[in-house]
C-alpha cells in the first residue's frame, strides 16, 4: 500500500520472519549420515535440530545458509543446492517463520566440527538411528531431503561428492546403496556406469586380501553434465 505522498509504508503489514536451514550428509563407516546440532536455548531446548538460523536483511539467502552452517558447526567451503520452502503455519513458537532449506554433501574427513554459542553440541547421526524428537519440524525437513537426494542420483553426480579422489567401482556402489537404502546388482550398476561413461580409469590399484582392484577417477569435463539418467529401480534386489 501506497502512503499519501505516494511511498510505500512497510509498518502497515506484518513481517514474518525468515530463516535457512542446511541439511548436509556425509559417510561414516560406510553409513549416510547427517549433521545436527543440540539446542541451548528456548524454544526446544535440548532437542537436536538441524543447522540453520535467522537471515540477516542485508544478506542472500545463499550467503546467510553458509554463515549459519560455519557459525554453528564450523562446517565450510560446501557446494549447497536449494531444497525446498517450509512455511507451515505455527512451525515455530516464537514467531511466524518461513524456513528455506538447502542441502549438501560432504566428506567428513575434510571438516572439523565445533559448537556455537547457540548449541551444546554438534554430531553426526546415522540417518537410520535419528533422535527420537527433532527440533520444530525438522523431521519433516530431514525426510524431504532423503527423498530429493535419492531422486537425484538418477540424474546427477552427486554422488561423487562423498568419494576421494581416486576410487573403486565397488565403493561408488555402496555409496549409492547407502543413500537408496536399497541394494543394487552387481552387474547391472557396472555394466550402467561405465555406460555414462562418468568415468576414468587410472593405473592405481589397490592391495586386498584378494585380487587387487582398479581404482577409477570421476571425469571433470562430465562434472555439469546432466544428460544421463541412471534407472535404478529396476536394478533393486532384496536384501
Keep these: 500500500m501506497q502512503t499519501a505522498n505516494g511511498n510505500y509504508d512497510a509498518t502497515r503489514y506484518e513481517r514474518p520472519s525468515v530463516t535457512v536451514d542446511v541439511v548436509i550428509f556425509t559417510l561414516i563407516s560406510q553409513q549416510l549420515h ?7 536455548h ?3 531446548e535440548g532437542l537436536w535440530a538441524i543447522p540453520g538460523g535467522f537471515i540477516n536483511m542485508d544478506e542472500s539467502l545463499e550467503d546467510a545458509a553458509r554463515r549459519e552452517l560455519e557459525e554453528e558447526t564450523g562446517v565450510r567451503d560446501v557446494y549447497l543446492e536449494q531444497l525446498y520452502t517450509f512455511g507451515a503455519v505455527g512451525r515455530d513458537p516464537r514467531t511466524r517463520v518461513i524456513s528455506v532449506a538447502y542441502i ?3 566428506r567428513d574427513d575434510q571438516q572439523q566440527l565445533r559448537v556455537s554459542d547457540e548449541s551444546t553440541d554438534v554430531q553426526w547421526f546415522p540417518v537410520r538411528t535419528l533422535p527420537d524428537a527433532l527440533a520444530f519440524d525438522h ?3 530431514l525426510a524431504y531431503a532423503l527423498g530429493r537426494l535419492r531422486s537425484k542420483l ?3 553426480t552427486l554422488a561423487f561428492q562423498l568419494l576421494p579422489e581416486v576410487f573403486s567401482i565397488l565403493e ?3 555409496i549409492y546403496e547407502q543413500i537408496l537404502d536399497e541394494k543394487l546388482d552387481k552387474g547391472n550398476f557396472y555394466r550402467k556406469i561405465k555406460e555414462a561413461d562418468l568415468l576414468e580409469e587410472t593405473p592405481l590399484m589397490r592391495e586386498g586380501r584378494g585380487r587387487p582392484t582398479r581404482l577409477w577417477r570421476f571425469r571433470q569435463d562430465r562434472a555439469t553434465d546432466k544428460q544421463f539418467v541412471f534407472r535404478w529401480r529396476e536394478d533393486r534386489i532384496d536384501k
Design 104 to 106: 549438501a554433501l560432504v
Design 34 to 40: 547427517v549433521l545436527l546440532v543440540q539446542r541451548r
Design 42 to 44: 528456548w524454544p526446544f
Design 172 to 174: 561408488l556402489k555402496h
Design 154 to 156: 538418477e540424474y546427477t
Design 139 to 141: 523431521d519433516q525437513v
